[in-house]
Nanobody, 125 residues
Framework: VQLQASGGGLVQAGDSLRLSCAAS????????MAWFRRAPGKEREFVAG????????SYADSVKGRFTVSRDNIKKTLYLQMNNLKPEDTAGYFC???????????????????WGQGTQVTVSS
């Protein structure tokens, strides 16, 4: 299983970015996929995810109403549309996937078996 994240960049506060995470290998539509981020000096935190193939989306409170997660099961790609970006969104963004996750584990990075290499998002004020 390989995950390739892309789409990061340097933007100003209020701008938008769209991240993509292309999966190859085993991941199927039934796998849970999610985005996490890690800012300098901080713990890795859950951003948004889609639980299995049910299409059940979940978001961190800090991004609700600004970020939208989606997936294209044919292309095996996870997306993160980020609008109204803020300086506090600055972080490395990582996609992750796993086949066997129960819903209560969605927010737990240790529950994910496979990780992409990350893409940097920097938001200037």
């Amino acid at each position: 299983v390989q995950l390739q994240a892309s789409g990061g960049g340097l933007v100003q506060a209020g701008d938008s970015l769209r991240l993509s995470c292309a999966a190859s290998g085993r991941p199927g539509s039934s796998w849970t996929m999610a985005w996490f981020r890690r800012a300098p000096g901080k713990e890795r935190e859950f951003v948004a995810g889609i639980f299995r193939s049910y299409g059940r989306e979940s978001y961190a409170d800090s991004v609700k109403g600004r970020f939208t997660v989606s997936r294209d099961n044919i292309k095996k790609t996870l997306y993160l549309q980020m609008n109204n970006l803020k300086p506090e969104d600055t972080a490395g963004y990582f996609c992750a996937t796993s086949e066997r996750i129960i819903y209560s584990e969605l927010y737990n990075p240790d529950a994910y078996a496979y990780w992409g290499q990350g893409t940097q998002v920097t938001v200037s004020s």
